[in-house]
């Protein structure tokens, strides 16, 4: 256990529809990042939060939104989705960016 | 912008032997960090190890140590007395900009 936390762990839902991931970051980790892994790919960074705020911002589509709580979860809502969206999605928390980040174990995604 | 690059999509190794994975990055940044990932079978990523960029000394972590060449911007993973549980996904990733910027991933395979 890594200490993040994300749920649930797959996800199967239709084209059009709208989910929401959820993180909950390692204990005194004040940073959380989402990124997003398709099949057999790197990880492509979406967006940073830092203690509530936004911090940095990837390739994010505009149908992704993203927010981080007053108790540091974190909530990453995909809407209108499409086939291609069907990926990997992980969370990650960090308490200093140079310190390398702890990654959850991902929310498989699939939309048929 | 940062972009890093792993030329090898998959390596193979018997058990007990060592391995070198290659990884060069490009960015303009004077501090930044890198890191060497590993995602098992089971997804989940796993920090391998780490690396400041203004450290001369390679850093090692038990069986894994890193060849970390600033000039020639090149970060190669060594991995000694390989084992079958080394077998995964190993990425490198460049950081210290708000998130980390990953390459592409080699494919491990150790064998008996």
Redesign the interface.
């Known amino acids: 256990d890594s200490g993040v936390t994300q749920t649930p762990k797959h996800l199967i839902t239709a084209t059009g529809q709208r989910v929401t991931l959820r993180c909950s970051p390692r204990s005194g980790d004040l940073s959380v990042y989402w990124y997003q892994q398709s099949l057999d790919q790197g990880l492509q960074f979406l967006i940073q939060y830092y203690n509530g705020e936004e911090r940095a911002k990837g390739n994010i589509l505009e149908r992704f939104s993203a927010q981080q709580f007053p108790d540091l979860h974190s909530e990453l809502n995909l809407s209108s989705l499409e086939l291609g969206d069907s990926a990997l999605y992980f969370c990650a928390s960090s308490v200093l960016d140079n310190m390398g980040y702890t990654f959850g174990s991902g929310t498989r995604l699939t939309v048929v | 912008a940062q972009t890093v690059t792993q030329s090898q999509p998959e390596m193979s190794v018997q058990e007990a032997e060592t391995v070198t994975l290659s990884c060069t990055y490009d960015t303009s940044e004077n501090n930044y960090?890198l890191?060497w990932?590993k995602q098992p079978p089971?997804?989940?990523?796993?920090?391998v190890i780490?690396q400041?960029a203004y450290k001369q000394q390679n850093a090692t972590e038990n069986r894994f140590s890193v060849n970390f060449q600033k000039a020639a911007k090149s970060f190669s993973l060594k991995i000694s007395d390989s084992q079958l549980g080394d077998t995964a996904m190993y990425?490198c990733a460049l950081?210290?900009?708000?998130?980390?910027?990953?390459?592409?991933?080699t494919r491990l395979l150790v064998s008996p």
Do not use: D, N, P
């Not at chain 2, 089971?42 to 920090?47: C, H």
């Open positions: 960090y890191f990932y089971s997804r989940q990523m796993i920090l780490r400041e990425f950081g210290g900009f708000q998130k980390l910027v990953f390459g592409t991933g």
